[in-house]
């Protein structure tokens, strides 16, 4: 499948929400629309601390998107990215899309000045790993937290 990867847009947020909702939808969350809407504008106007790019088909329909964030590695002492999101719509995974809109996050960080790309993917979505061992990332022995603040 032929497509191209680049920065999301404030046009394209009407195309973007179905894909916002099937990643959320995938790991069983619903954010409301407003919220996602919210989320993927702050990344096309510069103000969500990252950048949100699409793959785009021939075609021209959104199958794909990817969120990257900017962060630090205390560790080394250099600029992190982490992506934070790369989705595939069903129809199209396993055609090259996921590399592309990872490829791209990886040069989009390299640009930045980062020294490494991280991200993290559920246990039993070993579609995702496959791609992601492919792509000869290590992987990691840490686990994942996160504290509910609400």
């Known amino acids: 499948m032929r497509s191209v990867v680049q920065p999301s847009t404030v046009e394209a947020l009407p195309d973007l929400l179905?894909?916002?909702?099937?990643y959320s939808s995938f790991?069983?969350?619903?954010?409301?629309?407003?919220?996602?809407?919210?989320?993927?504008?702050?990344f096309?106007?510069?103000?969500g601390g990252?950048?949100?790019l699409v793959a785009r088909a021939e075609s021209g329909e959104l199958v794909g998107f990817a969120t990257v964030l900017w962060s630090w590695d205390?560790?080394?002492?250099?600029?992190?990215a982490v992506m934070e999101d790369l989705f595939?719509?069903?129809?199209?995974?396993?055609?090259?899309?996921?590399?592309?809109?990872?490829?791209?996050?990886?040069?989009?960080a390299r640009d930045h000045g980062c020294e490494d790309l991280a991200w993290e993917t559920a246990p039993d979505n070993a579609r995702a790993q496959r791609?992601?061992?492919?792509?000869?990332?290590?992987?990691?022995?840490?686990?994942?937290y996160r504290l509910p603040l609400a």
């Not at 179905?18 to 099937?22: A, E, Q, T, V």
């Open 27 to 42: 790991y069983g969350v619903h954010p409301d629309d407003d919220a996602l809407l919210g989320m993927a504008r702050a």
């Open 88 to 108: 595939v719509l069903e129809g199209t995974r396993g055609r090259g899309v996921g590399r592309m809109l990872l490829d791209a996050c990886a040069e989009l």
């Open 131 to 144: 791609l992601y061992d492919a792509t000869g990332a290590e992987r990691s022995t840490w686990l994942a």
């Open 44 to 47: 096309c106007e510069g103000t």
């Open 50 to 52: 990252g950048s949100q």
């Open 74 to 80: 205390t560790a080394t002492g250099s600029p992190l």
């Open 18 to 22: 179905p894909l916002l909702r099937g």
